[in-house]
């Protein structure tokens, strides 16, 4: 298998905070790779440096090879990565049209654009139905929807999702772990950060734990579901008693 | 003249002054749309221009479309000089700590810059007045009894043409979507890869060519330059952009005529002292209800001088 993204030595912090204390990892192609910690562990805080958003400091970031660490945003973007970020964060008082478009703000060539504007709104009927109204008055689920395919506009390599599930009903829960599955099978690489680790431990084909700014585990969730060390401090032990129920 | 022909007349007047209002506040608002920040300094930088294009035509005799050519160069560097200093790129990131304080900072320099600019201007052309080329001579147009100034229709036909433009980049090209999104949400514009600082620049250069646009004709029309004009401009574009809405562009541009519209009829029937202040009661009826709407009170408190509120 071959990396995607590589992650050596990263740190990053807002103001004298340090949130990242020296990150490595690497993400294979073509899986979903799955982040996991507690609050403040700094996951969005990686998110953020890996996109170029929050200025990263010491270490590197490779994408295929090539160093993007210390990059513009704009230029990460337009080098293949795309982060749907937490709490959507659409632009409200833009119409949804609009907001694909803007995904696509980084690409060249109408036709193609136009192209893949159409075959998003075929992917997701329910923006299609909602394609002149504003995002702000779209709902949660529907907001993430846009967000994902905001993302997936600028043709990403590698697609960073940041708690896509957050502040969602179950039912919309399982829509969008869904739609992750699907946007994996076209062959784009995911990064996910999510709360919701039985959700995405099912999906993932490999994982990472984080922890005060540094990434302490990472193995194949099959035998994290195994692992009771991991069970008890990550997956709560309701999730334990729950696994030995069933 | 007629009650109706004395009206009309004095409307006619008033909206070719607002039009002018609402070019400066289309400036103003611009800027404001994408750093949600005051730029107090917005009038001084196109003053500048203005004296330096002055100067230069008093000095070679040169034409007034290399006159406004000079006036829009000099003022799109005070712009951009204006938001390295005060408003860097990295100060429209909310997310950032200290925001309040941030905010503070970037007006009271904007402030500063606004003196510095200003003196710069009237220590090295201290007199009070300076000539200034004329547009079109006062030529009058007379249509069904009424008689517009050709000048005047030239603030209208520009003011027309500045909205016409502004609107059609802002809607229809991909640089215009990059400022829409960076104006709702920075935080996005940044994740989806639009270059934010670009933006700023941006917003600083076709507000400085707006402004100027408006400070030209204004100048032109009267045939004369005072040290006055930036505040006077400033003043004004601020006035139209809090009563129109922070932020709006629309409001912005429907404010502005009305003011001018406004200003005009208090003239005429109480005479020019009460002309300015019939603008500041009406911002303070907008203000004091805005107060007074529960829950309004804060966030249009902190919305004079950033806050939310862009459409």
Same mark, same amino acid.
């Not at chain 1, 990686?46 to 704009?74: C, D, N, W, Y």
């Given at each position: ?64 090879? &090539? ?165 008890? &401090? ?13 | ?132 080329? !004329? ?51 920075? $935080? ?18 076709? !507000? ?59 003239? $005429? ?38 806050? $939310?509120?862009?459409?």
């Amino acid at each position: 298998m071959t990396v995607v993204l590589s992650v050596r030595g990263l740190t990053a912090g807002y103001g004298k905070i340090q949130a990242l204390k020296g990150v490595s990892l690497d993400v294979e192609e073509g899986g979903i790779a799955c982040l996991l910690g507690p609050n403040g562990a700094g996951k969005t805080a990686l998110m953020f440096a890996l996109t170029g958003i929050l200025k990263a400091q010491e270490g590197s970031v490779t994408l295929r090879g &090539a160093e993007i660490k210390g990059l513009a945003p704009h230029h990460i973007v337009e080098s293949g990565v795309a982060l749907v970020p937490e709490n959507r964060l659409v632009f409200p008082s833009m119409t949804v049209l609009e907001n694909l478009r803007a995904g696509a703000y980084c690409r060249s060539g109408k036709g193609e654009i136009d192209a893949d504007l159409a075959k998003m709104l075929s992917t997701f009927p329910r923006l299609q139905q909602r394609s002149q109204q504003l995002a702000g008055t779209l709902s949660g689920g529907e907001q993430q929807m846009l967000a994902v395919a905001r993302a997936m506009m600028s043709r990403p390599k590698l697609l960073l999702m940041d708690e896509p599930s957050i502040g969602l009903a179950p039912l919309v829960v399982a829509e969008i772990f869904r739609i992750i599955t699907q946007v994996s099978r076209q062959g784009v690489t995911i990064f996910l950060v999510e709360q919701n680790v039985h959700m995405a431990l099912k999906i993932a084909s490999h994982f990472y734990l984080m922890e005060q700014g540094k990434v302490i585990f990472s193995g194949d969730p099959k035998t994290a579901m195994e692992d009771d060390v991991i069970q008890r &401090a990550y997956l709560g032990s309701s999730a334990a008693q729950h696994r030995q129920g069933a | 003249m007629t009650a109706f022909g004395d009206i009309a007349q004095t409307t006619i007047d008033g909206v070719a002054a607002g039009a002018l209002y609402a070019l400066f506040a289309l400036g103003f608002t611009m800027i404001f749309g994408v750093i949600r920040r005051a730029n107090l300094a917005y009038g001084s930088s196109v003053m500048l221009g203005l004296y330096v294009a002055t100067l230069a035509w008093m000095t070679f005799d040169i034409s007034i479309v290399l006159c406004f050519a000079i006036a829009s160069a000099v003022a799109i560097a005070a712009g951009l000089y204006v938001q390295m200093l005060c408003f860097p790129s990295r100060a429209a990131d909310r997310q950032q700590p200290n925001d309040a304080h941030r905010l503070m900072v970037s007006v009271a320099a904007s402030f500063a810059v606004w003196m510095q600019l200003e003196e710069l201007a009237t220590l090295n052309m201290p007199a009070h007045l300076y000539p200034f080329p !004329a547009l079109a001579g006062d030529a009058v147009i007379e249509l069904v009894g009424l008689s517009i100034r050709s000048d005047a229709l030239i603030v209208l036909v520009s003011a027309l043409a500045v909205c016409a433009a502004l609107y059609l980049t802002l809607y229809r090209t991909r640089f215009g979507l990059g400022i829409r999104a960076t104006v709702d949400l920075p $935080r996005a514009a940044s994740v989806v890869g639009i270059n934010v600082s670009g933006v700023f620049r941006k917003a600083f250069v076709i !507000a400085a060519i707006v402004g100027t646009i408006g400070a030209f004709v204004a100048c032109a029309t009267a045939e004369q330059l005072t040290p006055k004009l930036g505040m006077w401009l400033t003043l004004k574009a601020m006035l139209a952009m809090m009563v129109g809405g922070l932020g709006s562009l629309r409001g912005a541009v429907v404010a502005g005529v009305a003011l001018g519209v406004l200003e005009a009829h208090v003239q $005429r029937h109480f005479g020019p002292q009460l002309r300015d202040a019939s603008t500041y009661l009406v911002l303070f009826a907008v203000l004091a209800w805005r107060a007074w709407r529960p829950g309004a009170a804060t966030q249009f408190g902190v919305g004079v001088l950033g806050g $939310r509120g862009v459409r």
